[in-house]
């Protein structure tokens, strides 16, 4: 190449060289600065713009409130809500200086000196909203109450910027007491009660004027989360997040100078009083709109969104169906008790929930004697214990897992355990050897006998073989709640707190061949703004189709021949076991049919105080066990309820029989009851059998079977006889003693 050659190529060179140099130029910092300047002045001039056109508008909707109605499946109204808003304007100067401050103390520090909005929250709110995160961001007072007046409650860019606007505005044009009045006034407290005077009378029975302190600074707290922090209803987390955050209320005020640390230091915590119900809200009405209001909540419609009213709330409570009920209720247990005379009977509970297994939904549901008089719903609550209705989880989770016995036998309808009262377990590092029904020893049975008279024992042993953990998880994937649920032995007996709409979800789950169901109650949510969808009640297989039908098996054995004979008719094919806890203190029958799952529970309940108390001498009839009451109800109610009968039949598919060691010789069989002291290393995992399927009972045993008592028939029938262990009080049995072992 020549010299000429190379400086044309360097030529060539030098002109594509200032490319990316001149990208840089173009993005200069000067440039960069200039643009960002005038992106400010845009967003400014928009602002300025948006400032002119927006004006304070008038009260929103909230001052004319419309009605919430709540309606049958079938359209018929049940009950409408919110008439007329709950609220009564109070001067600012009525309320007391230092309750005017806990809401500044909670809401807004700086509410005194700011210009009535805050610009990092209102920022912080709108990109909450465009992620998707709701209406979560901070806002003044003053913004509150435009939202509250003035906007409405939707989580928008447009709502927001209008605040910001309007807050501006409003901060300009009224003194700040006026801003805050407005606020305390417009506010929703729950309980129904809008503005400071019917939060007062709501939660502590006094006007606004006559509020201390301390009970401001827990009505001020309650605004961040009403539904949640409602002490009467509110969780454990719930109770301790009020109450942390009524002490950072205190807190501040003691940082603004409000109150004197000193007095701080003195002041507990203002437990308030129990709700009283809504006018209108009588009988089952007020249960049936408060499990409405409950899982809408949970939906998202939140108790502020309903307490603006509009809305038509359609369940899928079936008006006869629910007619049905509460007949039976009264039938077969209100008209038997003596409430003024009798103290046993004062204490008497009755709570149901009845759901379509194929669905999911609530068709039914009795929460009390009375709304008004007994405000918890029996139906929904889960402060007691379901016993030994949770037998059959157990059993669910042996063949979900394949489980085997200490001895290797798979375990199902046939497969034999040592059923002696006070049996210790064996395989657990958890000691634990439960009495049986009036300790009863029945020695070698197949868990068909053990389900039909509720042995403990066996049901015990079957947990540990199983494994605690693994049963807990079955229970949870059924629809039972994680509420003191401890993994060990014990919980064969039902020992965890669960309602009788979990019950009956779970139970609905078996009935619907292993497919979850969860049970609700809202069919339809409507409102002219937006639209709810109801709950998925039908989710997926949980348990196999094949362990489902085998429990159903089983639990058709028990009200033919066991436990729950009291629910047996000829005019349905049913399925379903008895529970009653330790103490008699809850009486539950969880059963179903094709077309039907119902759960009725009693429960003895102090008037006083509504603490846990026994049903024993309800109605002068000793026990008041499963088998008695509430399966008495369940059969009068589903016989109602399905018109007088049904000709369905469970399709059950591949029922697991399990498996049954046949021993060499007689010698393992076994010993005489021991104490609960034994060590589990002294007893046989499980007692070897005989060589027939109809063994008899060893002579080493003691007590000898009481001479009502048969022999154990072959597997291939339904074994069992009426009155013999499980829950007391069935036909036959006159063993009608006060004292009642757990888990029955």
Same mark, same amino acid.
């Given at each position: 190449m020549g010299r000429a050659d190379a400086r044309r190529a360097q030529q060539r060179g030098a002109r594509r060289a200032p490319k990316s140099g001149g990208i840089r130029r173009l993005f200069t910092w000067r440039k960069m600065l200039g643009a960002f300047f005038v992106f400010c002045l845009l967003i400014m001039g928009a602002f300025v713009a948006l400032y002119m056109y927006v004006d304070i508008p008038k009260a929103n909707a909230l001052a004319e409130r419309q009605s919430n109605v709540y309606k049958y499946s079938d359209g018929t109204v049940l009950a409408r809500t919110g008439d007329g808003v709950n609220r009564q304007n109070v001067d600012l100067a009525e309320v007391p200086k230092d309750v005017q401050h806990t809401f500044v103390a909670a809401e807004n520090k700086s509410f005194y000196q700011d210009k009535g909005v805050d610009l990092k929250g209102t920022a912080r709110g709108i990109l909450n909203t465009l992620s998707g995160k709701g209406k979560q961001g901070g806002s003044t007072i003053t913004q509150q109450y435009v939202k509250n007046y003035y906007l409405t409650q939707d989580p928008t860019v447009s709502r927001k910027l209008k605040e910001l606007v309007i807050s501006l505005k409003v901060d300009q044009r009224y003194e700040k007491n006026d801003i805050l009045a407005g606020y305390i006034n417009t506010s929703y407290y729950g309980r129904g009660a809008s503005g400071i005077?019917?939060?007062?009378?709501?939660?502590?029975?006094?006007?606004?004027?006559?509020?201390?302190?301390?009970?401001?600074?827990?009505?001020?707290?309650?605004?961040?989360?009403?539904?949640?922090?409602?002490?009467?209803?509110?969780?454990?987390?719930?109770?301790?997040?009020?109450?942390?955050?009524?002490?950072?209320?205190?807190?501040?005020?003691?940082?603004?100078?409000?109150?004197?640390?000193?007095?701080?230091?003195?002041?507990?915590?203002?437990?308030?009083?129990?709700?009283?119900?809504?006018?209108?809200?009588?009988?089952?009405?007020?249960?049936?709109?408060?499990a409405a209001n409950a899982e809408l909540t949970k939906q998202g419609i939140t108790a502020e969104m309903r307490q603006a009213g509009g809305w038509t709330f359609t369940l899928n409570i079936d008006k006869k169906r629910q007619k049905q009920l509460e007949e039976s209720v009264d039938r077969q247990l209100e008209s038997k008790l003596d409430r003024k005379n009798n103290k046993v009977d004062a204490t008497v509970q009755a709570g149901a929930t009845s759901v379509d297994p194929k669905t999911g939904?609530?068709?039914?549901?009795?929460?009390?004697?009375?709304?008004?008089?007994?405000?918890?719903?029996?139906?929904?609550?889960?402060?007691?214990?379901?016993?030994?209705t949770f037998k059959p989880l157990?059993?669910?989770?042996?063949?979900?897992?394949?489980?085997?016995?200490?001895?290797?036998?798979?375990?199902?309808?046939?497969?034999?355990?040592?059923?002696t009262s006070k049996r210790p377990v064996v395989g657990s590092d958890t000691p634990f050897a439960p009495e049986n029904e009036d300790n009863q020893s029945y020695g070698n049975v197949t868990v068909q006998t053990a389900m039909n008279k509720s042995i403990n024992s066996v049901f015990a042993q079957m947990v540990v073989d199983v494994g605690p953990a693994a049963v807990k998880k079955t229970a949870l994937a059924l629809g039972l709640p994680d509420q003191n649920f401890p993994q060990r032995p014990a919980i064969?007996?039902?020992?965890?707190?669960?309602?009788?709409?979990?019950?009956?979800?779970?139970?609905?789950?078996?009935?619907?061949?292993g497919k979850k169901v969860t049970p609700f109650i809202v069919k339809?949510?409507?409102?002219?703004?937006?639209?709810?969808?109801?709950?998925?009640?039908?989710?997926?297989?949980?348990?196999?189709?094949?362990?489902?039908?085998?429990?159903?098996?089983?639990?058709r054995?028990?009200?033919?021949?066991?436990?729950?004979?009291a629910a047996d008719t000829s005019a349905y094919e049913a399925a379903g076991k008895t529970g009653t806890s330790e103490n008699n203190k809850s009486a539950l029958f969880a059963g179903y049919t094709p077309d039907l799952t119902t759960v009725v529970a009693l429960f003895g309940e102090s008037p006083k105080g509504g603490t846990q108390v026994s049903l024993t001498g309800t109605a002068n009839s000793g026990r008041a066990n499963g088998g008695g009451f509430p399966a008495q109800i369940w059969a009068d109610y589903t016989l109602g309820a399905l018109n007088g009968g049904s000709g369905n039949q469970f399709d059950l598919q591949d029922v697991e029989r399990g498996e049954a060691t046949v021993p060499n010789t007689p010698s393992n069989t076994p010993s005489a009851p021991e104490s609960p002291t034994q060590? /589990? @290393? $002294?007893? &046989?995992?499980? !007692?070897?059998?005989?060589?027939?399927?109809? =063994?008899?009972?060893?002579?080493?045993?003691?007590?000898?079977?009481? /001479? @009502? $008592?048969? &022999?154990?028939? !072959?597997?291939?029938?339904?074994?069992?006889? =009426?009155?013999?262990?499980?829950?007391?009080?069935?036909?036959?049995?006159?063993n009608n003693v006060a004292n009642n072992p757990p888990g029955h």
């Open positions: 005077q019917a939060a007062a009378q709501a939660y502590y029975g006094v006007d606004a004027k006559d509020l201390n302190v301390s009970q401001g600074a827990y009505l001020a707290a309650l605004l961040q989360a009403p539904s949640q922090y409602d002490w009467a209803v509110a969780s454990p987390t719930g109770k301790r997040l009020v109450k942390e955050r009524w002490g950072y209320t205190l807190d501040n005020m003691v940082e603004m100078h409000w109150l004197d640390k000193a007095k701080r230091d003195t002041l507990k915590f203002p437990v308030p009083d129990k709700p009283k119900p809504a006018p209108g809200m009588n009988g089952q009405t007020g249960y049936l709109v408060d939904a609530v068709v039914a549901l009795y929460g009390g004697v009375d709304y008004v008089k007994h405000y918890v719903s029996n139906a929904t609550r889960r402060d007691y214990q379901p016993a030994s157990v059993f669910a989770s042996a063949l979900e897992n394949e489980s085997k016995t200490q001895d290797g036998d798979l375990i199902g309808v046939n497969t034999r355990y040592d059923g064969t007996l039902g020992t965890m707190n669960a309602s009788t709409w979990d019950m009956a979800g779970a139970y609905a789950t078996l009935d619907n061949h339809s949510a409507i409102h002219r703004d937006r639209t709810v969808e109801p709950v998925k009640g039908i989710g997926d297989q949980v348990i196999s189709r094949k362990s489902a039908d085998t429990v159903t098996s089983v639990l054995g028990v009200v033919q021949s066991g436990s729950g004979q060590s /589990p @290393s $002294q007893e &046989p995992s499980r !007692p070897a059998q005989s060589p027939s399927d109809e =063994p008899s009972q060893p002579t080493s045993q003691s007590p000898e079977p009481p /001479p @009502s $008592q048969s &022999p154990e028939p !072959p597997p291939s029938q339904t074994p069992g006889l =009426p009155g013999e262990g499980g829950d007391p009080g069935l036909p036959g049995n006159s």
